[in-house]
């Protein structure tokens, strides 16, 4: 309180404070998808990209179904949720269908770096679908760390020493078509589960993913090889599709509905560098300098434009 005039002088800081569940959140859904990268890649020498998808999918759906099954029991479910569900699931067999399938052309790192471009969807979706992100629109920080963020993604391309390689053009064509049914599955879930529980959301979810998976490895994929995989390689799939599926899905959805779809996106762009690090010690991939220098810019980008849109949350 000011003495001389009695004005009540804001305390520094005050209304700019870290939404700690969301962040918590938010790192969390990172860590989990920092690490599927890792197994998809490696199971990538005992199952085809469709089986691999039904099984991990369907583990995740199993996983969270006596949860879906006590709040039916006792009437918590929200029952719009089973109609809600249907655009976000149809979107995500689309983009894990072409997520898994990368990997079976380009190195995890890499294949993450090139899904960053889902950043561009997310935040031009979310400008036009929510009136409360268009504050952005003004802040100066947030476009420059936009566009740093994009340039570091495509310096790591454009230094790729096989980019012109036939399997690296498929690889990337279809992780850039992974990244905007990214934006889209991502934007719909946020719209469709606003306001409701996002572990009930995410249940019913991955039923009807699996289900959708399911059709596609039976269809495609050869369903049979997993019967000759062993206890590790089972132990893969199912550590892979609790962290990385379960809960990295889960936790990003509650973060959507506290903060936003902006920023739990940005918050996920760390997540190339953190799957190089663990893919060059498993699988041997490198960068080259310029190619890691570009990531660092990528990172700045990210952290510039996620302080813009709290700065501007802290406003208004």
């Given amino acids: 309180m000011d003495k001389h005039n009695g004005i009540r002088k804001p305390c520094p800081g005050r209304g700019r404070r870290v939404n700690l569940p969301a962040t918590l959140a938010c790192l969390g ?41 006590s ?62 992100e268009r504050t952005l629109l003004r802040s100066r920080r947030f476009w420059l760390g936009l566009a ?55 249940s019913v979810t991955s039923i009807y993913t699996s289900a959708g998976l399911g059709v596609f490895a039976l269809l495609f994929g050869g369903v049979e090889d997993c019967l000759r995989m062993g206890p590790w390689q089972w132990a893969c799939v199912v550590f892979s599709a609790v962290v990385a599926i379960a809960f990295a899905h889960t936790l990003y959805y509650a973060a959507m509905k506290r903060i936003g779809a902006t920023i739990p996106a940005l918050v996920i762009l760390a997540q190339p560098l953190i799957v190089l690090a663990i893919s060059s010690v498993v699988f041997g991939e490198s960068f080259s300098a310029v190619q890691l220098f570009s990531g660092v810019v990528l990172l700045m980008g990210s952290a510039l434009a996620i302080w813009a849109q709290q700065h501007l949350k802290s406003t208004v």
């Fill in 148 to 202: 740093l963020s994009l340039t570091g993604l495509v310096g790591v391309m454009y230094y790729r020493a096989d980019l012109a390689a036939a399997r690296t053009v498929t690889g990337i064509v279809i992780a850039l078509a992974g990244a905007f049914m990214w934006g889209i599955y991502t934007v719909s879930a946020r719209i469709a589960f606003r306001d409701i529980d996002s572990r009930s959301a995410f």
């Fill in 71 to 132: 709040s039916i029991r006792a009437k918590r479910l929200d029952t719009r949720v089973w109609r809600r569900a249907l655009v976000p699931a149809g979107a995500n067999v689309m983009m894990q269908s072409l997520w898994a399938a990368a990997f079976y052309y380009v190195g995890p790192a890499f294949m993450v770096l090139l899904t960053k471009t889902n950043i561009i969807w997310i935040a031009g979706f979310s400008l036009i679908f929510f009136p409360e």
């Fill in 29 to 69: 859904a990172l860590s989990g998808w920092s690490l599927g990268p890792i197994f998809i890649k490696y199971l990538t020498g005992y199952l085809d990209s469709w089986t691999q998808n039904a099984l991990r999918y369907s583990v995740a759906c199993l996983f969270w179904l006596p949860f879906l099954l």
